[in-house]
């Protein structure tokens, strides 16, 4: 199993540690064919990366593909802001980006009072206080999830159920009819073994491996989803960034039928 693309890093546009150019550069000592620089989504806080910084993100990515030859993708890790699934990135968005990738995230703002209370703030303090989830919980988030895949052309769906347990065998079901890759996120454990088996068996669900590198040392780095690839037996062959393969986003497909 070898890394063709890395589609989830970050820069001082959010809060990593290594420029455009660096994380390009990474990638291109590991021959991998494409990057991804998705820093957090406008309503992130804390980290969000502004709209009017947008055309020097643009210009890094374009400086760091011709320095490198590594395919640099502008791209973003959009918020999920209710569940109804609106998120940060909005269609007024779209033509300053090349990939969509999306999850729920602390530190967010949130349009509605119902969404900071029941969904930001109830998944809080359940991992807060590391609570069993209700099962209405579960629910919401679940609705959440399958709102965003159906409501935007998401790419990626980003470390689904990191502080927001759902069943991820229904959001994996919808991922797969709508052309969304599950993320093997390679920086924080996210579906137990268990779940990502169950989704394996149960959907059609594809599949992406990311870092989620904060720093350039650690683009491309996919040791902790390998060894749960290896353990649960994830069949290689619905892996679409791995062995010389490119997955095949809806994003940029959307984008044309604008």
């Known amino acids: ?35 991804g620089i998705t820093d957090h989504g406008f309503a992130h806080r804390a980290f969000g990366i502004k709209r009017k910084e947008m055309p020097a993100l643009i210009r890094d ?11 640099v993708l502008v791209g973003v890790e959009a918020n999920i802001l209710s569940v109804e699934g609106v998120t940060d990135l909005k269609p007024t968005d779209y033509a300053d980006f090349d990939l969509f990738i999306c ?28 609570r069993e989830p209700s099962q209405k919980l579960r629910a919401l988030n679940t609705k959440a999830y399958i709102n965003t895949i159906r409501n935007n052309p ?40 268990d779940e990502l088996s169950a989704i394996v068996a149960k959907t059609s669900a594809r599949f992406v491996v990311d870092s989620d590198a904060h720093r350039a040392e650690r683009v491309g780095d996919y040791k902790i ?13 619905r892996i679409d960034n791995i062995d010389g393969r490119l997955p095949a986003f809806r994003f940029n497909e959307y984008k044309k039928r604008m």
């Open 1 to 35: 199993m070898i890394l063709s693309a890395d589609y989830h890093t970050h820069t001082p546009y959010s809060h990593g540690k290594n420029t455009v150019l660096e994380n390009a550069e990474q990638a291109k000592r590991l021959s991998l064919r494409e990057i």
């Open 225 to 237: 989803s390998e060894e749960q690839i290896l353990r649960v037996g994830v069949p290689l062959e």
């Open 154 to 193: 998401v790419d990626i769906l980003s470390h689904l159920n990191h502080r927001c347990p759902s069943d991820a065998v229904e959001v994996a079901k919808c991922a797969a009819d709508y052309g969304t890759y599950i993320e093997l996120n390679s920086a924080k454990t996210h579906l137990t073994d």
């Open 103 to 130: 999850g729920k995230h602390v530190l967010v703002g949130y349009d509605r009072f119902y969404d900071f209370r029941k969904y930001f703030l109830g998944n809080l303090l359940t991992d807060k206080f590391k």
């Open 61 to 71: 990515c374009k400086a760091a593909q011709n320095a490198t030859g590594v395919r």
